[in-house]
């Protein structure tokens, strides 16, 4: 037996071992063994042969090559021959060379997996060199990991958790946490589990490893169904995305988090998380860079040192690679995710109510040639989706006939027929959505949304003023879908059709016997609401306010507490009650939009009502000092009253320049109202204090010079809007001089100078007229322009009632009557509304509806306003119906009312005389017909009208029947005398 | 230095079936007569001293070597269908080599220190100076950036890039516009595609600026690693007040990004932001710096005056 020089075995074993630290394991002096027993070793024989009388440290050194270069087989051989052999030799038995050897062959055996061995060489290493030793992290951890792989997990558990305690702070101690962890998951302990990974997460430990246990516990909270803690997880951690290794894991994870957090109503969190899942190609190139930069580390690593502590980083960063590798071959392999999770990824944006990224990514998946056809069929119809729930009906509406171009036998056409129907209605295309919707209810008669298409075609229908069709459309839903989602709303609109023809009796009779049937349902505010309106519209005032009363008690804080405070203001208007009505206007705010300044307007109308100036100043001017940022629309209109209000506390002088203001600030201002009051109250004030020589630097000397002077500084500083209003103004001035013609040549020169865009509504309206009346077709275009760019505005009327009026003239009797049920929906109480009653009677006539025209008339007979011409006219339109139907005596009655009672309307006056004295005639009462002509021909008042001529002709053909017949009675009696 | 030839170009060569066999591989032009008096023609003046000017070694000769192993000294005359014309001084006169691409092994220039300085300037981010040096060696090369292996060519994208930092936008198209052809890495095209549309943008040519922008975004797609051309279509639009197509621009690489921090996307966000504002909607606004927050993406840091397209090496 000899022995080798220890430094020589020691740094033998270190050189190829590069150990550093671990060295330490092998500081002892090796003994070479002389005799091998070669019939005890299990390896093969050439190789026992080349060991034959091989000395214990050439055994070792053999051991130790074949660990080095990762051989456990043959080191795990090499190892019992050395204890099979030399077990029994003093220097085998030596602590210093069971010190050095027993971690080694523990991990040996624990890489062959020959787990229980290692939990033997582990065991016997701790039991006799116990806590001192430098090898004990080492040994600990792997001890756990053969205890783990025997089943031992308890004492596994247990193992880590010493591993933990007894050298906190170090990668082996991080390490173990993890594995117990595992450990953990396989016992199902997740709650413990989770706790130390997010212990471990908050931790000051290494980045990566911190990461780590993040991701396994994001991944075990996902497997084991705890999805709303993985998505927690997912959402709370700053993921290193561009650089952590295990990219395709988080990306999974956050596809299955994000589809969890859509699929439980968040949207917005779902975005979030399905901002870390890239497309598949993106994935794989980030994964393949992981990949290399793993390798590569590994590579290093491997340079660095081979040690058994080394080896077991080496191994866990083996495994890391491995698994991105594993991921990375699959995620090839599998299918391409992009297309069903961009699905996804859009329905989370259109969830979230942000439209227009939804649309971009639907029309990216649905552009995508490479993406599966089902896939890009789905997205166009959410592109649609996306359009539409941006009111964008144009654009809804040119990608959903895309749609039906590219897949016309999709099972999607009905539902995108039904967008089409949508965008049409969204359009204010009624009639083309109601053809629409025909042809789907008739086409798939049985399809799951026929009920739906039944109630939106009558709601078109509704919203197209035909009230009686819609309220049949209505019936049919609650007829055929007793069990329907929308049969209170069928039933409440049904009833509402009703409200809009102003049957508020029928109306009421419905809304009061739904208010039964909906007492749960999401509805019944709405109903109550309706109902109180019901009961305004009636008059009903006392039983309106304790339904609006009733309503505001109870849904204080619903869509509808705005309107209902408005109409609480307008119901005790109704009343009387005026300061009561201006209490319940000012509880409208701001927040309320357009209803806001219709309060505070209603309250000025209350202020002024009342004749109580100061309070109407200090009202407007409340409003008109809010910050500028704030919502006032109506500024020019709110500083018009308070001038007006001023004038009339008779400080003209304070008035005026608010006027001047108002011109000069507003006077080019295209959306702003009440221009022309104000050009009209300038001047009349701006007379009166000239006359009384009040020196205030507004007033102009001359009026109407002024107004030519301020048109052309208008003109010449290309400010469009106002010089038109200028001239409108200077138009009106002339005409009430009975200067028509001038007036009308001011017109014509705004429709020259002046482009449809820089008209206001007043002025589009005004202009419209006067080229209507002048039979010019521009007309429309400016009526058509009026409604299209003035949506909001009362002058509207105007629009529906020339466009109306110019169908009649063409004949097209019910394009007039649509506009005209326009007017009566959305303009009712504008001037007009007496001339848009009598055409509509005049048009029931011609399309010969005497008793409906009849009907008409006599509600306009009611309205006091209508009082004078109107009514005069109307009274006409009775007698020429009542001759329509055969009533001739009646028809001379209400002749004979306008010309009795109208004197002020001398064409009426003629044309009643002369159509009186032709029933008289046709009735064969010529002396009554001829007394009824001369009466007229004998008033000087009527001589100048057309009518007379028309009266003479029939004086003189009528006196020369009565003369004829006056003779041809004489004859006769002197026969009678002669017989 | 010696610059092997790229190994990518064509194998064809027109040299070869051209010239008699005792004159080789290549066909050459001796001008015995006219050449013989060196007054008469001289030779060239590479290869006189230059005092006081620090690129006068960029000037001298250059030094082909050809697929034979032979090597001439001498200057370019011209490039032109695939042949390099190279003027090699001979006793007094010159011989005036006409080389087909295929047929030269590599091309050795004089000046490394100068391209060495060059990198060394780039690295210190001194942009005038790079400017000036890599102006001097572009002109040393670009004539035979044909035959030079792609780094070469690459190389010179720095000098776009030193335009492009300073602000001078029509030397950076026009050079970008220079390189373009020669350039075969992916990166460097993008990086010069993208400094011909920030240029053009800066300069105001609106109309080029818009069509370079949707070329752009055509190209690059939905997972771009830029914004870039987004943005500068959405500036555009809100420029001339249209904030919707300004928005929807911006949104586009917004929604797209993921995680992934692609450039200008912050400004991308800047931009939604402004114009959902001009378009009222304060919620999408909020929506959307609540977003950038989360996501945590700052400003970069742009020159004072335009955008900085940040380059990857």
């Not at chain 1, 049985?446 to 035909?466: D, S, Y």
């Not at chain 1, 509402?496 to 049957?503: K, S, V, W």
Request: aromatic share 10%.
């Amino acid at each position: 037996m000899k022995f080798t020089d220890a430094s020589t075995v020691r740094s033998s074993i270190d050189s190829r071992m590069n150990m550093g630290a671990p060295s330490s394991y092998f500081k002892w002096v090796l003994p070479v063994v002389a005799l091998f027993s070669v019939s005890s070793l299990p390896a093969p024989e050439p190789l026992l042969d080349s060991l034959a009388g091989i000395t214990l440290s050439a055994f070792l050194d053999r051991a130790v090559e074949a660990f080095v270069v990762g051989d456990f087989l043959l080191a795990d051989e090499l190892f019992d021959q050395l204890e099979v052999r030399f077990g029994s030799e003093p220097e085998f038995q030596d602590d210093e060379f069971q010190r050095a050897t027993l971690p080694v062959r523990g991990y040996v055996a624990l890489a062959n997996g020959s787990s229980r061995a290692a939990v033997d060489h582990f065991e016997r290493f701790l039991e006799k060199f116990g806590p001192a030793s430098r090898q004990r992290r080492f040994v600990l951890f792997s001890l756990a990991q053969a205890y783990a792989e025997i089943g031992k997990r308890e004492r596994a558990l247990q193992t880590y958790q010493s591993v933990e305690a007894e050298y906190p702070g170090s990668g082996e101690a991080a390490m173990a946490l993890l594995r117990r962890c595992e450990i953990q998951f396989e016992l199902n302990r997740f709650d413990e589990a989770f706790r130390d990974l997010n212990l471990f997460y908050e931790s000051e430990a290494a980045f990566s490893l911190r990461l780590q246990a993040r991701l396994r516990a994001l991944r075990a909270a996902l497997d084991s169904g705890r999805k709303g803690l993985g998505a927690e997880i997912l959402l709370q951690t700053e993921w290193p995305f561009s650089s952590m290794p295990e990219v395709a894991v988080l990306a999974f994870a956050a596809l299955e988090a994000g589809d969890f957090l859509l699929d439980t109503g968040e949207p917005a969190k779902a975005i979030r998380a399905y901002r870390y899942v890239p497309e598949k190609h993106t994935l794989v190139a980030l994964q393949e860079r992981r990949l290399a930069g793993l390798r590569s580390s590994l590579n290093r690593r491997q340079e660095r040192g081979s040690d058994a502590p080394a080896r077991v980083w080496m191994q866990h960063y083996q495994g890391i690679a491995a698994a991105v590798e594993s991921q990375l071959d699959s995620l090839k392999e599998a299918e391409d995710y992009t297309p069903a999770f961009l699905l996804r990824f859009g329905q989370a944006f259109l969830l979230a109510e942000r439209y227009r990224e939804a649309a971009i990514v639907f029309q990216s998946l649905a552009e995508d040639r490479d993406a599966p056809l089902r896939m890009r069929r789905e997205s166009h119809y959410r592109w649609v989706l996306s359009f539409q729930a941006r009111d964008r009906w144009d654009e809804a509406l040119l990608i959903a006939r895309d749609y039906l171009n590219a897949y016309p036998d999709s099972e999607l056409a009905p539902s995108v027929l039904f967008l089409i129907a949508k965008a049409y209605q969204g359009q204010d295309r009624y009639e083309d959505a109601v053809e629409v919707l025909d042809s789907l209810i008739v086409d798939f008669p049985g399809h799951r949304w026929v009920a739906q298409w039944i109630f939106t075609r009558g709601f078109c229908r509704l919203l197209n003023g035909e009230y009686a069709v819609a309220r049949g459309d209505f019936s049919e839903y609650t007829t055929r879908f007793s069990e329907g989602l929308l049969r209170v709303n069928a039933q409440l609109w049904h009833s509402l059709t009703y409200f809009y023809e102003r049957d508020y009796d029928s109306a009421l009779y419905g809304i009061n016997a739904l208010l039964g049937e909906a007492e749960s349902h999401h509805l019944l505010p709405e109903i109550k609401y309706r109902r109180a309106s019901v009961l305004y519209a009636r008059r009903e005032y006392e039983a309106a306010l304790r339904a609006i009363d009733d309503f505001l008690s109870s849904y204080e804080e619903t869509h509808r507490a705005a309107e209902a405070r408005v109409l609480r203001g307008d119901i005790l208007m109704g009343q009387g009650e005026l300061m009561g009505a201006a209490v319940a206007f000012s509880q409208v705010t701001p927040e309320a939009g357009p209803l806001y300044p219709y309060a505070v307007f209603q309250t000025g109308k209350i202020h002024r009502a009342r004749e109580d100036y100061p309070r109407m100043v200090a009202h407007f001017n409340a409003y008109v000092t809010r910050a500028a940022a704030e919502y006032r629309p109506r500024l020019s209109e709110a500083l018009y009253w308070i001038g007006w209000a001023h004038d009339q506390m008779g400080r003209g002088h304070e008035a005026l320049p608010i006027f001047a203001r108002v011109l000069r600030e507003f006077g080019n201002d295209r959306s702003a109202t009440e221009i022309l009051l104000t050009l009209r109250a300038f001047g009349k004030l701006s007379a009166r204090l000239e006359n009384r020589s009040v020196g205030a630097p507004e007033v102009v000397e001359d009026f109407e010079d002024w107004l030519q002077a301020e048109r052309s500084r208008a003109m010449h500083s290309a400010r469009l809007t106002y010089y038109s209003r200028l001239s409108l103004y200077l138009a009106d001035t002339y005409r009430k001089g009975g200067r028509d013609h001038v007036a009308d040549l001011l017109i014509l020169e705004i429709v020259e100078t002046v482009p449809l865009r820089d008209l206001d509504a007043a002025g589009l309206g005004k202009v419209g007229q006067v080229l209507a009346g002048l039979g010019f077709p521009s007309a429309e275009e400016h009526f058509e322009t009026l409604l299209s760019e003035f949506p909001a505005s009362s002058e509207r009327a105007v629009a529906f009632y020339g466009l109306a009026r110019i169908h009649f003239q063409d004949g097209e009797y019910p394009e007039a009557l649509g506009f005209l049920e326009r007017f009566g929906g959305e303009t009712p109480t504008h001037v007009l509304a007496a001339d848009a009653a009598i055409l509509e009677g005049e048009i029931l006539l011609r399309t010969g509806r005497p008793e409906s025209a009849i009907e008409n008339m006599e509600e306009l007979l009611r309205i006091k306003s209508a009082r004078g011409r109107p009514h005069a006219r109307a009274l006409t339109l009775i007698a020429q119906a009542r001759i329509q139907l055969g009533e001739l005596e009646k028809a001379i009655a209400y002749y004979q009312r306008v010309y009795s009672l109208y004197q002020a309307y001398p064409d009426l006056v003629a044309l009643s005389y002369v159509e009186s004295a032709l029933i008289f005639e046709e009735l064969g009462d010529l002396e009554a017909a001829l007394s009824t002509l001369v009466e007229m021909l004998g008033r000087a008042d009527l001589k100048a009208q057309d009518d007379a001529v028309r009266a003479l002709a029939a004086r003189d053909r009528l006196a020369a029947r009565v003369d004829a017949l006056k003779r041809m009675n004489s004859a006769s009696s002197q026969e009678e005398i002669v017989r | 230095m010696t610059i092997p030839k790229s190994r990518n170009e064509s194998a064809s060569s027109r040299c070869g079936a051209v010239i008699p066999s005792y004159l080789g591989w290549c066909r050459f032009v001796l001008l015995p007569v006219l050449f013989l008096v060196g007054t008469t023609l001289p030779k060239t003046s590479a290869q006189e001293p230059h005092s006081g000017d620090p690129f006068a070694e960029l000037r001298n000769p250059i030094t082909v070597t050809d697929v034979m192993g032979r090597v001439l000294t001498g200057s370019v005359l011209r490039v032109a269908h695939r042949v390099v014309h190279l003027r090699v001084p001979v006793g007094v006169g010159e011989v005036i080599y006409e080389l087909g691409f295929d047929a030269i092994e590599s091309v050795n220039f004089p000046g490394a220190e100068i391209r060495q300085h060059a990198e060394d300037l780039h690295r210190d981010e001194r942009w005038p100076e790079v400017i000036s040096v890599l102006r001097a060696l572009l002109k040393q090369r670009r004539e035979l950036f044909p035959i030079l292996p792609r780094e070469e060519p690459s190389f010179f994208v720095r000098l776009v890039e030193a335009y492009h930092l300073t602000g001078a936008a029509v030397e950076a198209i026009a050079h970008a516009r220079l390189l373009l052809p020669y350039l075969k890495l992916a990166r460097d095209r993008r990086y010069l595609e993208d400094v011909i549309l920030v240029a053009h943008y800066e300069l105001n040519l609106i109309q080029e600026a818009r069509q370079l922008a949707t070329v752009w975004t055509v190209a690059r797609g939905r997972y771009s690693s830029s914004a870039l051309g987004w943005l500068i279509l959405a500036k555009l639009a809100l420029n001339e007040g249209e904030a919707e197509p300004a928005l929807v621009n911006c949104l586009y690489p917004i929604v797209f990004s993921g995680h992934l921090r692609v450039p200008f996307l912050f400004d991308c966000y800047d931009v939604a932001i402004k114009a959902s504002r001009t378009l009222g909607e304060e919620q999408r606004a909020r929506i959307l710096e609540e977003e950038l927050a989360f996501r945590a993406i700052y400003a970069p840091e742009h020159r004072e005056d335009g955008l900085t397209i940040p380059r990857t090496e």
